[in-house]
């Protein structure tokens, strides 16, 4: 992290963390903060599988917003290493904001989040964001709101505000920027203006490939698919004017019928990925890319605690 930097006087900063069941839309909040994707996204479960820092630049303050993976039951030891993460995460943060989706009912995973929450005495403040609002008519966002009060009594949790917001549509975006500003003490700003986010450009490029991935198989194998990246540099061979990218990457799975579902006929699949990850990458660094993408078995992934450390999890 870059060094603090100073401040006008009345400066607040500091830090946030989404969390929330997965899908809850914690990610596409972050971008719309951001006002940049630095987050992938997709209706996929798992699609959140490490914590993402975005910058949020005001005239008054820097809000730090960490995007953090979905939290549900434990099926896999990656599920287990997620969950961890993200009760590692809260700890460290000044305010926590619990994500609710408006157009899901409030369920157990919610009471689960909001229980925990409840527990941690002296941390950090909480707010609740009601999210996709464009999905549901008044009537049914009233009874949402209430429902997160009824959350609030039976959980025992002091929420300082109830924000609902739509960031698909960019409706009271700006009212959570807000509402979480408030809730920091005057400090300094910790990144320079125009830094968006610390995310290593290798971490960018491998989910940007993995949310292309993603978007090409459906709802085949979401979870099996993660994405390393071999090697990544600039080719020194071109001139500093036409600067190339060239990315070296595996696209893993746990079986090798999954590397024929990935490859697809004469390898038309994993070409179409290649072609819409690439895409993403060079928009995002603003640097034309050539990508090369193979599959890579890893049998079961997931389950191995020293597969999960060599691909960074």
Not at 37 to 46: G, L, N, R, Y
Not at 49 to 76: F, K, N
Not at 258 to 284: F, H, Y
Request: glycine share 8%; hydrophobic share 40%; aromatic share 2%.
């Amino acid at each position: 992290m870059s060094e603090p930097a100073s401040a006008p006087e009345g400066f607040r900063s500091g830090f946030v963390c989404f969390v929330g069941r997965p899908n809850a839309g914690k990610s596409t909040l972050m971008n719309a903060l951001v006002r940049r994707k630095i987050a992938i996204t997709s209706p996929k479960p798992q699609t959140t599988r490490h914590t993402v820092r975005g910058i949020v630049h005001r005239a008054e303050g820097q809000l730090v917003v960490i995007d953090t993976p979905g939290v549900s039951r434990p099926r896999s030891l990656l599920q287990n290493r997620l969950n961890d993460l993200v009760r590692d995460t809260w700890a460290e943060v000044d305010v926590v904001a619990l994500v609710l989706p408006s157009d899901e009912r409030i369920g157990p995973g919610d009471r689960y989040l909001a229980g925990q929450l409840a527990r941690l005495r002296g941390g950090p403040s909480v707010v609740a964001v009601a999210t996709k609002t464009d999905l549901v008519n008044p009537p049914r966002l009233a009874r949402h709101l209430a429902g997160i009060g009824a959350l609030e009594d039976e959980c025992g949790l002091a929420l300082e505000q109830v924000v609902p917001c739509s960031a698909l549509v960019g409706d009271q975006v700006d009212e959570v920027a807000d509402v979480l500003l408030g809730l920091m003490e005057p400090g300094p700003a910790f990144y320079p203006d125009g830094e968006i986010t610390d995310e290593p450009d290798e971490t960018l490029a491998a989910e940007l490939i993995r949310e292309a991935a993603l978007e090409e198989v459906r709802d085949e194998l979401p979870h099996s698919i993660t994405v390393s990246v071999v090697e990544m540099g600039l080719r020194e061979d071109r001139d500093g004017r036409r600067p190339l990218l060239d990315i070296h990457a595996d696209l893993v799975v746990e079986r090798d019928s999954q590397k024929g579902i990935m490859v697809g006929r004469g390898g038309e699949r994993v070409k179409r990925i290649g072609t819409r990850a690439r895409r993403q990458i060079s928009s995002l660094l603003g640097t034309p890319v050539r990508l090369d993408l193979r599959v890579k078995v890893v049998k079961d992934w997931q389950r191995d605690a020293k597969q999960l450390n060599r691909l960074g999890f």
